[in-house]
C-alpha cells in the first residue's frame, strides 16, 4: 500500500467519524477552514524551494545530543523532513514510509533526519512508536522550520478546537506560540544548495518517500 493510499483511508474514516475518532463534522468542517486558508495564503509557495541555500541548522535529537547539519553534510546529502509532531497520524504514517525507504537513502549516501517543534519525550515516542532509526530533532519555537519557510501560526479558532480536543500544542512543544510546520521534505546537497524540495499547506497530504531517490541519485 502506497503512503497516498495509507493516508486517504485514514483520512475516509476520520472524515466520517468513524470509531476510535467520532468527530462531529463541525471539526472537520473547521480543520478544512483552516487548510483552505493556509493553501490561499500562498506561504507554502514562499518555501524555500530547489537551487535555494539551505539554511545550517543546530539542533538536539532525542537523547539530547547536538546534531548539527554541517557535520551531515560532510557526509553526504541530506534529507530534511519537517512534521508536526507525535501527536498527528498522518505524520507517523509519513514517517514510517520515510523509515522503509531508508536503507535505500543511505546505500546512496545520504543521512535522513526529521524535524519537529515536540519536546525530547515526545521525539523519543516518535522513534519507539514508529520504530524508526533515524534522528527525530526537537525544533524550539519552530525556528529552523522558519528559516526554510514553512512555520505558520494556527488562527485563534483553530487553537481553541485544539484545545477542545485536549491536543495542547503548548504542552507537547513546551512552546506556547501555537506555531507548526507545514509538512515539508527537502534534500540539501554537500554544497548546501537545495536539490529537491516539496511543501504542502495540506497537512493530510504527503509525497511518497520514493521520490527522493531519484534526486539523491542524481547527486552521486
Not at 126 to 140: C, E, G, I, Q, T
Not at 203 to 214: D, I, S
Request: charged share 25%; hydrophobic share 45%.
Amino acid at each position: 500500500m502506497t503512503l497516498a493510499s495509507r493516508l486517504a483511508a485514514f483520512k475516509a474514516d476520520f472524515e466520517a467519524g468513524k470509531p476510535p475518532y467520532n468527530v462531529p463534522r463541525s471539526v472537520v468542517d473547521t480543520m478544512h477552514r483552516a487548510t483552505a486558508e493556509l493553501r490561499a495564503s500562498g506561504q507554502h509557495q514562499r518555501a524555500l524551494k530547489a537551487g535555494d541555500k539551505a539554511p545550517s541548522f543546530e539542533l538536539t535529537d532525542a537523547e539530547g545530543r547536538i546534531v548539527r547539519s554541517e557535520d551531515l553534510l560532510a557526509q553526504g546529502p541530506l534529507v530534511v523532513s519537517f512534521y508536526r509532531g507525535v501527536w498527528c497520524p498522518h505524520c507517523n504514517m509519513d514517517l514510517q514510509e520515510l523509515q522503509a525507504i531508508l536503507p535505500r537513502i543511505r546505500e546512496l549516501g545520504a543521512n535522513l533526519v526529521a524535524i519537529s517543534p515536540q519536546v525530547a519525550s515526545n521525539s523519543r515516542k516518535s522513534m519507539r512508536d514508529n520504530k524508526l532509526a533515524f534522528p527525530v530533532l526537537s525544533d524550539p519555537h519552530n525556528a529552523v522550520a522558519a528559516a526554510f519557510g514553512v512555520r505558520f501560526a494556527l488562527p485563534d479558532y483553530l487553537v481553541d478546537l485544539y484545545k477542545s480536543l485536549k491536543n495542547d500544542l503548548a504542552a507537547f512543544n513546551g512552546d506556547d506560540s501555537w506555531t507548526l510546520p507545514m509538512p515539508g521534505r527537502f534534500i540539501i546537497g554537500q554544497d548546501g544548495v537545495i536539490a529537491y524540495a516539496e511543501v504542502d499547506p495540506d497537512y493530510t497530504v504527503r509525497p511518497e518517500p520514493e521520490l527522493l531517490l531519484a534526486p539523491l541519485a542524481a547527486l552521486k
